[in-house]
């Protein structure tokens, strides 16, 4: 069963400002909720392409989406080919992009994943299982050097190269192939003290690996500057990250097409050329409320941005 909560669905749909004749592409369908509210939307001329990498994501959606699969394409692809997928289905722009990033909740839900550290499982963390490379492939072949570098940049985690160094010492006596044994080495490399206090301390390893395993950010950054040139004059891109590597990449990226002339300000005229390709829609991220956090505690650190293009 794919059971998966939606964050910010009415936020994200709205900020589309969904046209009923329009195409729109929802990067990451998930559990569907997202592309539903937008099929809803649309009527016999408009189209949505509904792209997820998880087999099982697709084949449940297909059944959320069933009333409206005249106007609705499934891909099954990662969203950074998001350029050829739109060339491929004779579409020059579209009116709409959204992507809801990081894991759903059946993929951590279901054990065998891999994703979670608080289950026994393979040691897996593919969002696509028909690629080869697998988190257990990473911790077991991976120099100790690269282990650390990605630990420390997609989890943040101050204590990666002790972590990295313990993962080597104890794939030596036997490979790592299962989420309990790497939480259990990844807890004794954190000096006890910091164990104390926060969140599991496998956690920033383990987003950092699944990352890694994923490209994802590499991902996500091809696919929303190529979303953006996309784009029909007036569509909007709505992206919800859930973790800050993804704002970052989202916020600069938006800040970095919105910007107009990047002359020094004493220069009596502009010589650069630089014009704005997008206008950002929302200055501060728009955040879940009370209420949605309550219901689905995932969405605690979910945020949204939009841009539209000029």
């Given at each position: 069963?794919?059971?998966?909560?939606?964050?910010?669905?009415?936020?994200?749909?709205?900020?589309?400002?969904?046209?009923p004749?329009?195409?729109?592409v929802?990067?990451?369908?998930?559990?569907?909720?997202?592309?539903?509210?937008?099929?809803?939307?649309?009527?016999?001329g408009?189209?949505?392409?509904?792209?997820?990498?998880?087999?099982?994501?697709?084949?449940?959606?297909?059944?959320?989406?069933?009333?409206y699969?005249?106007?609705?394409?499934?891909?099954?692809?990662?969203?950074?080919?998001?350029?050829e997928?739109?060339?491929?289905?004779?579409?020059?722009?579209?009116d709409?992009?959204?992507?809801?990033?990081?894991?759903?909740?059946?993929?951590?839900?279901?054990?065998?994943?891999?994703?979670?550290?608080?289950?026994?499982?393979p040691?897996?963390?593919?969002?696509?299982?028909?690629?080869?490379?697998?988190?257990?492939?990473?911790i077991?072949?991976?120099?100790?050097?690269?282990?650390?570098?990605?630990?420390?940049?997609?989890?943040?985690?101050?204590?990666?190269?002790?972590i990295?160094?313990?993962?080597v010492?104890e794939?030596?006596?036997?490979?790592?192939e299962?989420?309990?044994?790497?939480?259990?080495?990844?807890?004794?490399?954190?000096?006890?003290?910091?164990?104390?206090?926060?969140?599991?301390p496998?956690?920033?390893?383990f987003?950092?690996?699944?990352?890694?395993v994923n490209?994802?950010?590499?991902?996500?950054?091809?696919?929303?500057?190529?979303?953006?040139?996309?784009?029909?004059?007036?569509?909007?891109i709505?992206?919800?990250?859930?973790?800050?590597?993804?704002?970052?990449?989202?916020?600069?990226?938006?800040?970095?097409?919105?910007r107009?002339?990047?002359?020094?300000?004493?220069?009596?005229?502009?010589?650069?050329?630089?014009?704005?390709?997008?206008?950002?829609?929302?200055?501060?991220?728009?955040?879940?409320?009370?209420?949605?956090i309550?219901?689905?505690?995932?969405?605690r650190?979910?945020?949204?941005?939009?841009?539209?293009?000029?």
């Amino acid at each position: 069963m794919f059971h998966h909560i939606t964050v910010l669905k009415e936020e994200a749909v709205t900020g589309l400002n969904i046209r009923p004749d329009g195409i729109y592409v929802d990067c990451t369908l998930g559990g569907g909720g997202h592309s539903l509210s937008i099929a809803s939307r649309l009527t016999e001329g408009g189209r949505l392409l509904a792209i997820d990498q998880d087999d099982k994501a697709i084949e449940a959606a297909e059944k959320v989406l069933e009333p409206y699969l005249d106007r609705v394409t499934l891909v099954k692809s990662n969203f950074r080919h998001i350029k050829e997928i739109v060339r491929e289905q004779h579409l020059g722009h579209v009116d709409g992009i959204l992507f809801d990033l990081g894991v759903s909740s059946p993929q951590l839900d279901e054990e065998e994943r891999g994703f979670s550290y608080h289950a026994a499982a393979p040691l897996d963390m593919r969002m696509d299982r028909s690629q080869s490379l697998s988190a257990a492939d990473i911790i077991n072949e991976w120099r100790e050097e690269e282990i650390a570098d990605i630990i420390y940049r997609y989890g943040e985690e101050k204590f990666a190269r002790r972590i990295a160094r313990r993962i080597v010492a104890e794939r030596e006596k036997e490979p790592i192939e299962t989420t309990d044994r790497l939480a259990d080495i990844v807890k004794q490399a954190i000096p006890a003290a910091a164990r104390r206090k926060g969140p599991h301390p496998a956690r920033r390893t383990f987003q950092a690996v699944r990352i890694a395993v994923n490209d994802e950010l590499g991902a996500f950054e091809q696919a929303l500057e190529d979303g953006i040139h996309l784009l029909h004059p007036g569509g909007r891109i709505a992206v919800i990250s859930f973790h800050s590597l993804e704002d970052r990449i989202c916020k600069k990226m938006f800040q970095s097409y919105s910007r107009g002339c990047t002359c020094p300000p004493d220069f009596p005229q502009c010589v650069c050329g630089n014009e704005p390709i997008i206008k950002v829609i929302t200055n501060k991220p728009v955040l879940p409320g009370e209420k949605e956090i309550e219901q689905n505690p995932r969405a605690r650190s979910a945020k949204l941005r939009i841009a539209e293009k000029l």
